[in-house]
């Protein structure tokens, strides 16, 4: 079965109003990624989280990882057009030389 | 971008024919994926290969085969199309395992 889990499946936002998208998996996690993917495009490499605890953030995106390394979210503050798009978190598995895509959470903004 | 080239770009096929996908890559990169794209289900691995005539199965490998004899080029089959194969298929390289992938622009394959 899916071993990471990501909701909320869609989001709708008033242009300006903050977005959060959470993955949670059922084992611990080596590390876990972030990928954004425009309407008709290919998903696209945002960050990588490594440490327990970790947060980064990218402008108005913020980055987090979990003290257990089981959880990540993304949060995006003020949300711009320019935000639209299905985000993904993909979880490396400890021992496994592969990644675990969350099934998305998509992002659509009002202006 | 990545030099990552998939083709075809699209492809309309009948069921039980054979499909084989290809992906080739500039990067010379080690590392290299075959996603499936499904409304509700993200990305899920089919196969990956971590070298040269390296390969390795992901969490829904049945009905597929690949191959990868050189770096550059990584090949995916369906052996008998099945209309449950009908998808959107990404190839992805990785320099080493766990650090960032970068995609191709997918394949668009529907199996009537």
């Known amino acids: 079965g899916q071993q990471v889990m990501q909701i909320p499946q869609y989001q709708h936002v008033q242009e300006g109003e903050d977005f959060t998208t959470y993955c949670n998996s059922s084992?611990?996690?080596?590390?876990i990624q972030w990928y954004k993917q425009r309407p008709g495009g290919h998903p696209v490499f945002l960050i990588q989280l490594v440490k327990s605890g970790e947060v980064k953030k990218q402008k108005r995106l913020t980055f987090q990882f979990g003290e257990a390394k089981k959880n990540s979210s993304l949060h995006i503050t003020a949300t711009q057009t320019t935000d639209v798009g299905t985000y993904f978190c993909?979880?490396?598995?400890?021992?496994?030389?592969?990644?675990?895509f969350g099934s998305g959470t998509k992002l659509n903004v009002k202006p | 971008d990545a030099g990552i080239t998939q083709s075809p770009r699209h492809k309309v096929t009948e069921t039980g024919t054979p499909v084989t996908l290809r992906c080739h890559q500039t990067e010379n990169h080690r590392y290299m994926y075959w996603y499936r794209q499904d409304p509700g289900h993200g990305l899920r691995l089919i196969h990956y290969s971590y070298g040269v005539k390296d390969t390795d199965k992901g969490e829904v490998s049945d009905g597929y085969s690949v191959s990868r004899s050189k770096t550059e080029d990584f090949l995916l089959t369906l052996e008998s199309a099945t209309s449950s194969q009908t998808s959107v298929y990404f190839c992805a390289i990785g320099q080493q395992a766990g650090q960032p992938q970068h995609f191709g622009d997918g394949t668009r394959l529907s199996i009537l």
């Open positions: 084992t611990t996690l080596s590390n």
């Open positions: 993909a979880g490396l598995v400890y021992n496994f030389n592969k990644f675990y």
